[in-house]
């Protein structure tokens, strides 16, 4: 080539370099055309003879590969990595690098020059080793379990009921009422045949008895809070994100071995599925536990977080960054990383944490992606932030843009404060403890969040609209991991009421989540009463609070009872899953305050209960008389007072009593 286009050539390259730099900080103008690699081969290519190395770094000048005999410590060897095509570079290493742990670094823009980063971590890592210091070269065939193949649950019918149980792994199993040998494990929870000191089911067993049919897992990937370490370490729910596509160590019995983590986690989902349960996995692409020093900044400065106008990282998750979904190759992650899960650890649904941050395109590239996988896959999330975004709300994932996503359903928070009172205010009642002014939120929810013309929506707390096209995309719930528990919610706002009222409460508040058209969704031990001992904020507490204690099965065996009944009527019977809720359910006029009727027609839908009629009684001044519609026929029981009924007794058209506090189901 003639000097004077080897001068042309390196003016240019030089004047590219200049601009990536001056863009990254904050000199020229915002936009640039970043790369993007499309290729499905970032991070880790293994085979015993082969490894290839990728990331995507498009502002660097060199890049380097650091391969270990160590999880942390030691002295590690050097590899030049070489560029590739789209800002990705590249090394391959022609040996077995099975077992050895390995980092990146690059030499990336800084102020008005160049330095090398810190070493950090692959963001496609599918292994690490303590507490995510390095990423692991693992051959993931030889972790899968017995049966793994074989043990994937069928796809079934997209429309089949969904009743959702929220559950964190160490919670299940650290009390020693749990019966549960491998205690705060992946493992303890796979394990069968555990009872509480009374002889009741728990863990695995219990949720089989109770059921549901999905299981949601608060975070189990590598998250920052944890400390692998140690032999106890110290609670966390996960909301960290340390590395998205790696399982975390503290559930797994062994943390030296990076395969250990991989394998167990198996093993309980395969354990699951052999019970016909479905696993939902709890997921936080929102942020990520690390910021300037997360492998994503240290990587690609000014690309991966949302920036605030004045160049400062935006912080709608309050956890100190924000992701930028909308850009290309944190999409690609994004998607890559849920498809990872679905084909590697089978899960079969996700719960998107601060989902209003993510941008609408986003999620719908993700519904149509993972729809093409598994059509029957569960995804739902939080429909909003815990702080302003610069992204525009039209662009977000938010509860009220719920009708542009792609059958992706958003938790109903207008249904929970109806029933209980405002998370924001812990003595504020709800419906069930005496608050009659909430009646629109309630019907707001029994309807699924869709247009119903007997609402007045502009008397429903939060949303003065229907949001929902389907009542499956609102998420029926009365509580969950944050804030308080259910109980010791209605211990504070109804502190004045007997413990034997708050029970009825508790049990009304649960049989309107469960005859809701929306989802229901439990927290775990709400059906028996669970209390975190009034603490509102469990996230870092230690397992006193967290633990759940199974005996109360045992002491509440009613309330475990009229749940189970509910659960299995919303399994059989169609008119708990209406798709037009608006045509076929009509609300009771001109009733009492604090009483709530509605008649559900099934007629047309294949069922045999052709007609339905649910009374809430929210009341506590003694029985209320109700009259059912007048109907040609009988109408039989299957909830008569919040207790299991099922048909015992004929309830001809007329006027029945019902108890305070009580919910009644009849059918013709």
Same mark, same amino acid.
Request: proline fraction near 6%.
């Given at each position: 080539?003639?000097?004077?286009?080897?001068?042309?050539?390196?003016?240019?390259?030089?004047?590219?370099?200049?601009?990536?730099?001056?863009?990254?900080?904050?000199?020229?103008?915002?936009?640039?055309?970043?790369?993007?690699?499309?290729?499905?081969?970032?991070?880790?290519?293994?085979?015993?003879?082969?490894?290839?190395?990728?990331?995507?770094?498009?502002?660097?000048?060199?890049? /380097?590969?650091?391969?270990?005999?160590?999880?942390?410590?030691?002295?590690?060897?050097?590899?030049?990595?070489? &560029?590739?095509?789209?800002?990705?570079?590249?090394?391959?290493?022609?040996?077995?690098?099975?077992?050895?742990?390995?980092?990146?670094?690059?030499?990336?823009?800084?102020?008005?020059?160049?330095?090398?980063?810190?070493?950090?971590?692959?963001?496609?890592?599918?292994?690490?080793?303590?507490?995510?210091?390095?990423?692991?070269?693992?051959?993931?065939?030889?972790?899968? &379990?017995?049966?793994?193949?074989?043990?994937?649950?069928?796809?079934?019918?997209?429309?089949?009921?969904?009743?959702?149980?929220?559950?964190?792994?160490? *919670?299940?199993?650290?009390?020693?009422?749990?019966?549960?040998?491998?205690?705060?494990?992946?493992?303890?929870?796979?394990?069968?045949?555990?009872?509480?000191?009374?002889?009741?089911?728990?863990?695995?067993?219990?949720?089989?008895?109770?059921?549901?049919?999905?299981?949601?897992?608060?975070?189990?990937?590598?998250?920052?809070?944890?400390?692998?370490?140690?032999?106890?370490? &110290?609670?966390?729910?996960?909301?960290?994100?340390?590395?998205?596509?790696?399982?975390?160590?503290?559930?797994?019995?062994?943390?030296?071995?990076?395969?250990?983590?991989? $394998?167990?986690?198996?093993?309980?989902?395969?354990?699951?599925? $052999?019970?016909?349960? +479905?696993?939902?996995?709890?997921?936080?692409?929102?942020?990520?536990?690390?910021?300037?020093?997360?492998?994503?900044?240290?990587?690609?400065? #000014?690309?991966?977080?949302?920036?605030?106008?004045?160049?400062?990282?935006?912080?709608?998750?309050?956890?100190?960054?924000?992701?930028?979904?909308?850009?290309?190759?944190?999409?690609?992650?994004?998607?890559?990383?849920?498809?990872?899960?679905?084909?590697?650890? %089978?899960?079969?649904?996700?719960?998107? *944490?601060?989902?209003?941050?993510?941008?609408?395109?986003?999620?719908?590239?993700?519904?149509?992606?993972?729809?093409?996988?598994?059509?029957?896959?569960?995804?739902?999330?939080?429909?909003?932030? !815990?702080?302003?975004?610069?992204?525009? *709300?039209?662009?977000?994932?938010? +509860?009220?843009?719920?009708? %542009?996503?792609?059958?992706?359903?958003?938790?109903?928070?207008?249904? /929970?404060?109806?029933?209980?009172?405002?998370?924001?205010?812990?003595?504020?009642?709800?419906?069930?403890?005496?608050?009659?002014?909430?009646?629109?939120?309630?019907?707001?929810?029994?309807?699924?969040?869709?247009?119903?013309?007997?609402?007045?929506?502009?008397?429903?707390?939060?949303?003065? !609209?229907?949001?929902?096209?389907?009542?499956?995309?609102?998420?029926?719930?009365?509580?969950?991991?944050?804030?308080?528990?259910?109980?010791?919610?209605?211990?504070?706002?109804?502190?004045?009421?007997?413990?034997?009222?708050?029970?009825?409460?508790?049990?009304?508040?649960?049989?309107?989540?469960?005859?809701?058209?929306?989802?229901?969704?439990?927290?775990? #031990?709400?059906?028996?009463?669970?209390?975190?001992?009034?603490?509102?904020?469990?996230?870092?507490?230690?397992?006193?609070?967290?633990?759940?204690?199974?005996?109360?099965?045992? @002491?509440?065996?009613?309330?475990?009872? @009229?749940?189970?009944?509910?659960?299995?009527?919303?399994?059989?019977?169609?008119?708990?899953?209406?798709?037009?809720?608006?045509?076929?359910?009509?609300?009771?006029?001109?009733?009492?305050?604090?009483?709530?009727?509605?008649?559900?027609?099934?007629?047309?839908?294949?069922?045999?209960?052709?007609?339905?009629?649910?009374?809430?009684?929210? /009341?506590?001044?003694?029985?209320?008389?109700?009259?059912?519609?007048?109907?040609?026929?009988?109408?039989?029981?299957?909830?008569?007072?919040?207790?299991?009924?099922?048909?015992?007794?004929?309830?001809?058209?007329?006027?029945?009593?019902?108890?305070?506090?009580?919910?009644?189901?009849?059918?013709?």
């Amino acid at each position: 080539m003639p000097m004077r286009c080897l001068s042309f050539l390196f003016s240019a390259m030089l004047l590219i370099n200049s601009l990536l730099v001056n863009i990254v900080w904050g000199q020229a103008p915002a936009k640039v055309q970043w790369p993007v690699y499309s290729q499905k081969d970032l991070g880790v290519s293994f085979s015993p003879a082969v490894t290839t190395f990728k990331i995507w770094a498009p502002l660097a000048k060199a890049a /380097r590969l650091y391969l270990y005999q160590e999880p942390t410590g030691g002295q590690g060897r050097q590899l030049d990595m070489q &560029p590739g095509n789209d800002g990705c570079w590249e090394v391959s290493v022609q040996e077995n690098c099975e077992g050895l742990y390995y980092s990146f670094q690059v030499f990336n823009p800084s102020g008005p020059g160049y330095t090398w980063s810190q070493e950090v971590t692959d963001p496609y890592a599918v292994a690490t080793g303590v507490n995510g210091v390095r990423a692991a070269i693992v051959d993931l065939a030889k972790t899968d &379990p017995p049966g793994w193949d074989r043990g994937r649950l069928p796809i079934g019918p997209t429309n089949a009921p969904v009743i959702l149980y929220e559950l964190h792994i160490r *919670d299940a199993s650290m009390h020693t009422s749990s019966g549960i040998d491998q205690k705060g494990k992946y493992l303890g929870l796979a394990e069968t045949g555990t009872k509480n000191r009374f002889g009741a089911a728990t863990g695995l067993d219990h949720l089989v008895s109770l059921g549901v049919t999905h299981v949601h897992l608060l975070p189990f990937f590598d998250f920052r809070s944890s400390d692998e370490s140690v032999a106890s370490p &110290p609670y966390n729910w996960g909301y960290d994100p340390l590395h998205y596509n790696t399982p975390e160590g503290t559930f797994a019995t062994s943390v030296s071995d990076p395969a250990a983590r991989i $394998r167990e986690l198996k093993q309980l989902i395969l354990a699951f599925h $052999r019970k016909g349960l +479905k696993v939902v996995m709890d997921v936080v692409y929102n942020h990520t536990g690390l910021t300037e020093t997360s492998n994503f900044e240290q990587l690609v400065p #000014g690309y991966y977080f949302r920036k605030t106008a004045d160049g400062k990282f935006s912080n709608a998750s309050a956890c100190g960054n924000e992701t930028a979904s909308e850009q290309p190759m944190f999409r690609k992650l994004m998607l890559e990383s849920l498809l990872f899960w679905v084909k590697e650890y %089978h899960i079969d649904g996700f719960r998107f *944490d601060l989902m209003g941050i993510h941008d609408i395109s986003t999620m719908n590239e993700i519904a149509s992606a993972l729809r093409q996988q598994r059509p029957d896959i569960l995804l739902y999330g939080e429909g909003w932030t !815990a702080g302003s975004s610069p992204l525009p *709300d039209s662009m977000r994932a938010l +509860k009220g843009q719920v009708r %542009h996503l792609d059958g992706i359903a958003v938790f109903g928070d207008e249904f /929970r404060d109806g029933i209980k009172g405002s998370v924001f205010d812990f003595h504020q009642p709800g419906f069930v403890s005496g608050d009659f002014d909430k009646l629109s939120s309630i019907k707001f929810g029994l309807v699924g969040g869709v247009t119903h013309p007997q609402i007045d929506y502009s008397k429903v707390n939060y949303s003065k !609209a229907a949001y929902a096209t389907s009542p499956r995309q609102m998420i029926a719930y009365a509580d969950c991991h944050d804030n308080h528990t259910l109980w010791d919610r209605l211990s504070l706002s109804a502190s004045s009421y007997s413990e034997r009222e708050r029970k009825k409460m508790h049990q009304l508040a649960l049989a309107m989540v469960l005859t809701s058209q929306g989802t229901p969704f439990l927290h775990a #031990g709400s059906e028996f009463l669970r209390s975190k001992k009034g603490n509102e904020n469990s996230y870092n507490a230690p397992d006193s609070i967290n633990a759940i204690d199974w005996d109360l099965i045992s @002491m509440h065996d009613d309330v475990v009872a @009229m749940v189970k009944c509910l659960i299995a009527m919303r399994k059989t019977h169609s008119a708990f899953k209406l798709a037009d809720p608006a045509s076929r359910i009509r609300f009771g006029k001109s009733l009492p305050d604090g009483l709530i009727t509605v008649e559900i027609n099934a007629k047309g839908l294949g069922d045999t209960w052709k007609r339905v009629f649910v009374v809430y009684n929210g /009341r506590n001044d003694g029985p209320m008389t109700i009259t059912a519609p007048q109907q040609k026929g009988k109408w039989w029981s299957y909830l008569w007072s919040s207790k299991p009924d099922q048909g015992k007794y004929v309830k001809r058209a007329g006027s029945f009593v019902v108890e305070p506090l009580s919910c009644s189901i009849l059918y013709q």
